[in-house]
């Protein structure tokens, strides 16, 4: 019991010691929310965009070949916001 309590202790100096940064927690905060109000403004814009496409297809062939492109699209945005929030966890 004696060496668990000891661990407890010297743990404990140790967070103490260390502290907890606000500023810092604050910066991430703000720069995730920076980033998930980006993400949702693109995805707006990606909807806005597929219903027109969509509304002006004439074909099965035309039908294929939108859902396609709008496919990549929708996997290269998914991509690239998956790396600028990893690459801002990976900072903080």
Do not use: C, W, Y
């Not at 967070?15 to 995730?32: H, M, P």
């Not at 396609?68 to 998914?78: D, P, Q």
Request: no cysteine.
């Amino acid at each position: 019991m004696a060496l668990q309590d000891s661990v407890k202790h010297i743990m404990s100096e140790t967070e103490l010691k260390k502290g907890f940064d606000f500023s810092s927690a604050t910066v991430t905060v703000r720069a995730f929310q920076a980033k998930l109000l980006e993400m949702a403004q693109a995805n707006m814009q990606f909807a806005l965009e597929f219903g027109p496409r969509l509304a002006s297809i004439r074909s099965p062939f035309q039908l294929l070949r939108v859902i396609e492109e709008l496919t990549k699209e929708r996997i290269a945005m998914f991509r690239k916001f998956s790396n600028e929030m990893v690459e801002l966890s990976i900072k903080r």
